[in-house]
């Protein structure tokens, strides 16, 4: 059973830093692609890093330079570090895991950042 379990959300000033964490079982995260997506209420969920079993990354454009993704496999984990952060940022953040073509992706439950002014 494949299970992702987020943490390190919480409440930050706006120009502060916050790493987020996705511990993963049953889904190796040096094999597999990785997300984070995030998503406001009345918004679709949007991607805002995705890193693949090769090593690639890919940023959406809101946070490039702010945001990195980056996995422990000893730990089986994968990050997001945020930084310089924003109110506009302010979202529920998912990690998320790929799964075979055509099948979609493993979510975990969320974790919330509020970034205030």
């Known amino acids: 059973q494949v299970q992702l379990v987020e943490s390190g959300g919480g409440l930050v000033q706006a120009g502060g830093s916050l790493r987020l964490s996705c511990t993963v079982s049953g889904r190796n995260v040096n094999a597999n692609t990785m997300g984070w997506f995030r998503q406001t209420p009345g918004k679709q969920r949007e991607l805002v890093a995705s890193?693949?079993?090769?090593?690639?990354?890919n940023y959406a454009d809101s946070v490039k330079g702010r945001f990195t993704i980056s996995r422990d496999g000893a730990k089986n984990t994968v990050y997001l570090e945020m930084n310089s952060l924003k109110p506009e940022d302010t979202a529920v953040y998912y990690c998320?895991?790929?799964?075979?073509?055509?099948?979609?992706?493993?979510w975990g439950q969320g974790t919330q950042v509020t970034v205030s002014s």
């Open positions: 890193m693949s079993s090769g090593g690639s990354t």
């Open positions: 998320t895991a790929d799964r075979p073509p055509g099948l979609g992706r493993y």
